[in-house]
C-alpha cells in the first residue's frame, strides 16, 4: 500500500498514522489566481480545504472562478468537477471512514452547482 508514514509517541504505546497519498486523478489546477498575483483558490488535498481563503473547498470564490473561466466550456467543467468529486470522495473518505461527509453531501459541494444536468422530468409527488 502506498502511504506515508508517521509515527506519534503517546505514552508508553506507538502508533502508526498513515496519510493518503494523492491519486492520480484531475490535478486541481483550476481556478486561476484572480487576479493575477493573489492566492489561487485552490485545494490543499487531501483535506479538500482552500489554501487562500481556508473554506472548505470549491468555496464561493472558487465557484464564481469557474463559472467564469469556464464559461464557454460548461462540459468541461462537468468533467473536471466530477473527475474531483470522485478524487475528494476518496482523500475525505480515507481520511476519516466514519463520520465524514456523506458522498451525496460531496455531490452537492463538488458537482451539483456546476453545469450538472438535471431531469428535464421531475419526479412524481408523493401522495
Ligand atoms: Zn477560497
Same mark, same amino acid.
Given at each position: 500500500m502506498a502511504c506515508q508514514r508517521r509515527s506519534l509517541v503517546t505514552g508508553h504505546e506507538q502508533h502508526i498514522v498513515r496519510f493518503p497519498i494523492p491519486r492520480l486523478?484531475?490535478?486541481?489546477?483550476?481556478?486561476?489566481?484572480y487576479p493575477p498575483g493573489q492566492p489561487p483558490h485552490l485545494p490543499i488535498r487531501p483535506?479538500?480545504?482552500?489554501? /487562500?481563503? $481556508?473554506?472548505?473547498?470549491?468555496c464561493a470564490e472558487a465557484r464564481l472562478l469557474l463559472r467564469v473561466e469556464y464559461d464557454s466550456n460548461p462540459i468541461d467543467l462537468a468533467i473536471y468537477l466530477s473527475g474531483l468529486y470522485h478524487e475528494a470522495t476518496h482523500d475525505l473518505f480515507r481520511l476519516n471512514?466514519?463520520?465524514?461527509?456523506?458522498p451525496r453531501d460531496l455531490f452537492e459541494r463538488?458537482? /451539483?452547482? $456546476?453545469p450538472y444536468r438535471r431531469g428535464i422530468v421531475a419526479p412524481p409527488a408523493e401522495n
Open positions: 486523478g484531475p490535478y486541481p489546477d483550476r481556478p486561476r489566481a483535506l479538500w480545504m482552500c489554501r /487562500a481563503c $481556508g473554506r472548505p473547498w470549491p471512514p466514519h463520520d465524514g461527509p456523506t463538488f458537482v /451539483a452547482w $456546476g
